[in-house]
């Protein structure tokens, strides 16, 4: 059975850090995209950042330089570290894991991120 579990969300203040951290089970990580998706109220659910193993990361224009994704293949774990938060980057934060060809494609419960002005 595939699990991808999130957890840090929270509020925090602009300007304010938070680390996301998706563990993953039932799915062969090593081999997998893993990547952080967010859905704001009104809004299409959206690539923030992905990462394969190996392999150099993507990330939306608007979290560049602000935002890292990493893995820890041995963990079994991806996560997002956020800085410089803004109230824009509220939404609700996804894990995905897929594979490089979409023949599987996973998705967490999300995480609930607030960034107050």
């Known amino acids: 059975q595939v699990q991808l579990v999130e957890s840090g969300g929270g509020l925090v203040q602009a300007g304010g850090s938070l680390r996301l951290s998706c563990a993953a089970s039932g799915i062969f990580f090593t081999s997998s995209v893993m990547g952080w998706y967010r859905q704001a109220p009104g809004k299409q659910r959206e690539l923030v950042a992905a990462?394969?193993?190996?392999?150099?990361?993507n990330y939306a224009d608007s979290v560049k330089g602000r935002f890292t994704i990493s893995r820890d293949n041995a963990k079994n774990t991806v996560y997002l570290q956020m800085n410089s938060l803004k109230p824009e980057d509220t939404a609700v934060y996804y894990c995905?894991?897929?594979?490089?060809?979409?023949?599987?494609?996973?998705w967490g419960q999300g995480t609930q991120v607030t960034v107050s002005s």
């Open positions: 995905n894991s897929r594979s490089a060809s979409y023949l599987y494609n996973y």
């Open positions: 990462i394969a193993s190996g392999g150099t990361p």
